[in-house]
């Protein structure tokens, strides 16, 4: 169960918007799908070459009527929906039902976890969680933070939030660390993290 999904709004530099900017990810059905979809070689989330399965299907409470869905998906030619896409071009759909039972045993949510004073200081703290909703127990609990060293400078076009990444504790970048001119990659970290606790099938 996807207790929160992520808005598809970035906040690029918005000093005290409590919404957690260190867990940057995919944003609306972006995060839903990275959920589901599967990965290639090199670790990606990807929809061709893929060598790992994504999750069978995720549940998500709708805000706006409240209702609990079960999203799955599947690869497929974008050409059978569109024929203005070419030959070979694959998407991921998402498919969309009411849930009906069983349900999920675990949850995944997230939370921002700044003070006030981390803010002043351009400092923002992310709570990631997978809890197990059976026994109502947090069971894994991935806490990170990032600081701008710029304080917030956006001359040139700079966007804080974005450089911050590239400071952050545990870091963000693909292999553990930073190649030359490399930056942070935020994108599909709640899954990455989940799989570490729910292990997915191998292919």
Known sequence: LLMKVRPKHVNFGDQYAMDD????????????????????????????????????????VDEKD??????TGQAEEAVKRD??????????????TLAIPPYPRYGVTYDDISTRE???????????KVIDLEASEVIAERVGYIVDPGQG?????????????????PNLFKYGKASPGEHAYPLD???NFVEKVLLLPKQ
């Open 189 to 191: 970290q709640a899954r």
């Open 21 to 60: 900017p260190y867990g940057r990810d995919m944003g609306g059905d972006g995060y839903i799908k990275s959920f589901l979809e599967g990965k290639d070689l090199a670790g990606y989330v990807n929809v061709k070459n893929v060598v790992q399965a994504g999750y069978r299907f995720v549940d998500v």
């Open 83 to 96: 024929p203005s896409y070419a030959t070979g071009y694959y998407v991921f759909v998402l498919e969309k």
């Open 66 to 71: 409240g209702k609990r869905y079960r999203y």
């Open 153 to 169: 400078n956006i001359s040139g076009g700079r966007s804080p939030w974005i450089i911050a990444l590239d400071y952050a504790c």
């Open 118 to 128: 981390d803010r002043d200081h351009w400092i923002a703290g992310s709570s990631l």
